[in-house]
């Protein structure tokens, strides 16, 4: 009874390996190769898969989302001889899951040596400074040659990012004083720029108030002579009107000399030869006034005294 126990209970438990082995469950984005006595059969999908427990065996699985793999520094000579060390970055995705598993034996192994000798070639022929502003290029380069020799492989290369190009020290320090050299030439450059236009500025600033100040000196001289030009026509007017006489004017003349001589620096004073007739008008003026007064002699006229007995 115990035999009959023994063997039921071995029965139950090579059914429930059979099933585990019957029914395989691949997740989404991944594949699984399948193979029959060392062959392969199939490549199962994602979902719910059924094989033959005991003669199909499950050799690979496989992720299809897309991978991303750094490779280290690799020392590369630049065509002026120089060794700069590249780190790149590749992204790929399994397309095939056969191909990937039968063509390579490891495909990443060989995309790596394969990025590192395509890098070589591509850098061999650049220049350091070509190599150091040409990344676009070299990335566009070196993806055309991963992609052509990956499809066989059932891979297809994405993208390729060269993540650092590191130069060698003595030439990194060469180049670090001469971006300085450079911003310190465009510092002065723009210093002496800005001076420039401020001096520019200041001159044309003083240029316009010159000239607006010669144009309002030029209008207050022009009302000036404007107005003493009125003052003038005005008193010529008031004389005029008013119809003086030669005598007043004579007398006018003489109040205005001592006005003439007036100030500490008149040293000299120069009688005009106009005084004469001046003069001549005034005495004329002050006989008249005094032959028309009673008891007033002038000098012509004589007095007759009575004789004397």
């Not at 490891?106 to 061999?124: H, M, P």
């Not at 001289?221 to 003493?228: K, T, V, Y």
């Not at 006005?259 to 005034?282: F, H, M, R």
């Amino acid at each position: 009874m115990s035999a009959i126990i023994i063997v039921l209970i071995i029965l139950v438990v090579l059914v429930f390996i059979a099933l585990i082995k019957t029914i395989q469950v691949i997740p989404q984005a991944s594949a699984a190769i399948v193979e029959r006595f060392g062959r392969y059969t199939r490549t199962l999908n994602a979902g719910l898969n059924i094989v033959v427990p005991f003669i199909d065996s499950i050799r690979n699985r496989i992720d299809l989302r897309e991978q991303v793999v750094p490779f280290p520094p690799q020392p590369v000579i630049t065509q002026d001889n120089l060794v700069v060390n590249i780190d790149t970055v590749i992204y790929y995705q399994v397309t095939d899951a056969r191909a990937a598993t039968y063509e390579v034996a490891s495909y990443i192994q060989a995309i790596e040596q394969l990025t590192v000798t395509t890098l070589r070639n591509i850098i061999g022929g650049m220049d350091l400074e070509r190599t150091l502003t040409s990344r676009e290029e070299i990335n566009a380069a070196l993806r055309g040659v991963l992609d052509e020799a990956t499809g066989k492989w059932g891979i297809r290369v994405n993208r390729v990012e060269l993540k650092a190009i590191e130069p060698p020290t003595s030439i990194q320090d060469s180049m670090e004083k001469q971006m300085r050299a450079d911003r310190d030439k465009r510092a002065a450059i723009l210093q002496a720029e800005g001076v420039r236009q401020s001096e520019i500025l200041r001159a044309e600033g003083e240029k316009q108030s010159a000239i607006l100040r010669a144009e309002g000196e030029a209008k207050a001289a022009a009302l000036r002579a404007e107005g003493e030009a009125q003052a003038i026509r005005t008193v010529f007017e008031s004389i005029h009107a008013g119809d003086p006489d030669q005598k007043l004017l004579s007398y006018q003349y003489l109040q205005m000399l001592p006005k003439i001589a007036e100030g500490d620096a008149n040293k000299l004073w120069i009688v005009p030869s106009e005084i004469g007739d001046a003069l001549k008008g005034l005495s004329g003026a002050f006989g008249n006034l005094g032959s028309g007064m009673p008891g007033f002699n002038t000098g012509s006229e004589r007095r007759e005294e009575p004789p004397v007995d």
